[in-house]
């Protein structure tokens, strides 16, 4: 009887940084990396540096035969073509066969797919949907991704580009999107950048007294809005009331057409803890029909921040075909 492979890699490839673990199958991180995305503007080298980080690490687990395969997560990745497809944040333009190269630099199999999909995969194998068959992971960060999980399995679309919720319009002809152009779109709002625009509107519109009055605008950021919230802020507090309403309106609509077991938020938002829970959950209940309010769990996810998308990328090689 050969011996059973335990090991994946995880791969995510982030605009600045690509970060990296050797996963088993409990989940456990065993070796975490990170090199820069950003500094060679053709794929080749940056394949190379990525190798030279990762060899270390696999010779410490016995050998690449230790490894069933890697699993990668990335701005438009597509799991049916294995391509990053026209990703803006990433230095490589156009259409990268990124599964395929990897797999010829490594010699094991690699599959790829969308981060948001990468983090709802992670969440359903480690985490807060463990057992769930039917759910949505939202990532709230610079951006809102979304994955979605019906009956029991990953949404990809005819063309492997389904969930992009985000960009749902949720307040028509509401705030221009800063890369989209189209207005009202959700990641204009419940994203740590739309959170940056309405503190700053906010202020424009009331000019009392606020502890974002100290900080030049240029200098707030979502990090700036938590810190005056959690010092009891009014102004600030109103920031987060008023994301959470547009999330909860946002979460009503997608609870509508798809009736989850639950929905997961996941990201940099998350750490308002209640600021945003209350009122995304008030403004979602208030927007369903009766036959859907108090039946889906609102809840954060469980995997941490720093890990999560390393797992979600790593449990893509678990369903390859040995």
Avoid at 201 to 222: A, R, V
Wanted: proline share 4%; net charge negative; with cysteine.
């Amino acid at each position: 009887m050969s011996k059973r492979i335990d090991y994946a890699i995880g791969i995510d490839i982030g605009g600045t940084t690509t970060k990296f673990g050797i996963v088993d199958h409990r989940g456990d991180i065993l070796y975490r990396g990170v090199i820069p995305t950003n500094t060679n503007d053709t794929i080749e080298p940056y394949l190379e540096e990525l190798y030279q980080a990762l060899t270390p690490a696999i010779n410490e687990v016995g050998g690449i035969k230790m490894i069933k395969g890697i699993g990668i997560g990335a701005p438009n990745g597509n799991f049916y073509t294995g391509t990053i497809e026209y990703a803006p944040n990433l230095p490589w333009k156009g259409i990268i066969a990124l599964a395929k190269l990897v797999q010829e630099k490594f010699t094991v199999p690699a599959a790829l797919t969308n981060d948001a999909n990468a983090a709802a995969i992670g969440e359903m194998m480690y985490g807060s949907a463990k057992g769930m068959k039917d759910f949505i992971m939202i990532t709230l960060g610079t951006g809102v991704g979304s994955g979605i999980v019906a009956n029991g399995q990953l949404i990809l679309g005819h063309d492997g580009f389904a969930g992009e919720l985000g960009h749902t319009i949720i307040v028509p002809g509401g705030r221009l999107h800063w890369s989209t152009g189209h207005h009202g779109s959700l990641e204009a709002y419940a994203s740590a950048t739309g959170v940056v625009m309405t503190a700053i509107e906010f202020l424009d519109q009331h000019p009392e007294d606020s502890l974002l009055c100290s900080y030049k605008k240029e200098d707030i950021d979502s990090r700036v809005v938590y810190d005056c919230a959690m010092k009891g802020d009014k102004l600030a507090k109103e920031v987060y009331a008023f994301t959470g309403k547009v999330l909860g309106e946002a979460l009503a609509n997608f609870v509508m057409f798809s009736s989850p077991e639950a929905i997961i938020l996941f990201g940099g938002l998350t750490k308002a803890g209640d600021l945003i829970m209350k009122p995304t959950r008030e403004h979602m209940e208030k927007n369903l029909l009766p036959i859907f309010q108090n039946k889906v769990k609102l809840l954060f996810s469980e995997l941490r921040e720093a890990d999560a998308a390393i797992l979600g990328a790593s449990a893509l090689v678990w369903d390859m075909k040995a």
